[in-house]
């Protein structure tokens, strides 16, 4: 009988592509060297998709600091199709998302590890550092649950044409499933979702009747004054 072969561990790739997510100021990109050299040594993506993340580093090498920090903002911190907040993408701004956190961050503290301050537990590079801790059989499945949010991700970060494609591309890897894009959600824009309503603008916000339609009038019928009768003791 034939023994399955066990799947090689990717903690090393795991975390270098956490590393790569961040913020890339000048103290993450002095690492840039040692995160490249995790990756070749490990041997966990093929070597296509080692020369795509091969040219990320490049870039965030090469380029001019200031501008690599603002497109990083623009890219991942002013849009929800390429948030790095995971719940994000599935459950919004609604009710579910705070207990959705609390269950991923229980998850985290059954396999000993805790937050920093301040990390919230969906965040990207924070979900890859937990997988890593796992065993690769165990790491392989929990991204693959996620599978279907990295594709969201890639879509958009396809359609912006940023290297940083390549590491949702990776991860898709690491899960054993393909990396294709997914149709974009059309948002609306970012000013506009945060806009104020018109002050009395027909008398109107969201969830009541809108301007040009039919307002809800209530009349009250209010209780008949009574007068004085002679002889009440009332004065003139």
Same mark, same amino acid.
């Given at each position: 009988m034939f023994k399955q072969a066990k799947p090689a561990s990717a903690s090393g790739t795991l975390r270098a592509l956490?590393? /790569?997510?961040?913020? #890339? &100021?000048?103290?993450m990109r002095v690492f840039l060297p040692q995160i490249g050299a995790v990756l070749a040594d490990e041997h @966990?993506?093929?070597?296509?998709? /080692?020369?795509?993340? &091969?040219?990320?580093? !490049?870039h965030l090498t090469l380029g001019d600091g200031l501008a690599i920090e603002a497109a990083y903002v &623009?890219?991942? &911190?002013?849009?929800? @199709? !390429? *948030?790095?907040h995971l719940f994000e993408h599935v459950h919004g701004d609604s009710r579910e998302r705070g207990p959705a956190m609390i269950d991923l961050a229980q998850t985290y503290e059954k396999a000993g590890l805790y937050l920093g301050e301040g990390q919230l537990p969906d965040y990207l590079?924070?979900?890859?550092?937990?997988?890593s801790t796992q065993p690769p059989a165990e790491a392989r499945a929990f991204l693959a649950e996620m599978a279907?949010?990295?594709?969201?991700?890639? $879509?958009?970060? =396809? +359609? +912006?044409?940023t290297p940083y494609v390549a590491i949702l591309a990776a991860m898709l890897e690491l899960a054993g499933e393909k990396a294709q894009a997914t149709p974009p959600v059309k948002e609306a824009p970012l000013d506009e979702a945060w806009a104020e309503p018109v002050v009395f603008d027909g008398c109107s916000t969201q969830g009541q009747?809108? #301007? $040009?339609?039919? =307002? #809800?009038?209530? /009349?009250?019928?209010?209780?008949r004054a009574t007068t004085p009768q002679a002889? *009440? $003791?009332? *004065?003139?």
């Open positions: 956490a590393a /790569l997510l961040a913020y #890339p &100021d000048a103290g @966990a993506l093929g070597a296509g998709r /080692l020369a795509e993340i &091969d040219a990320l580093i !490049t &623009d890219l991942f &911190d002013c849009g929800r @199709a !390429t *948030s790095l590079p924070v979900v890859l550092e937990f997988v279907h949010i990295f594709n969201a991700i890639f $879509g958009a970060l =396809q +359609r +912006r044409g009747a809108k #301007p $040009g339609t039919p =307002q #809800p009038i209530h /009349l009250v019928r209010r209780a002889g *009440s $003791g009332a *004065s003139a």
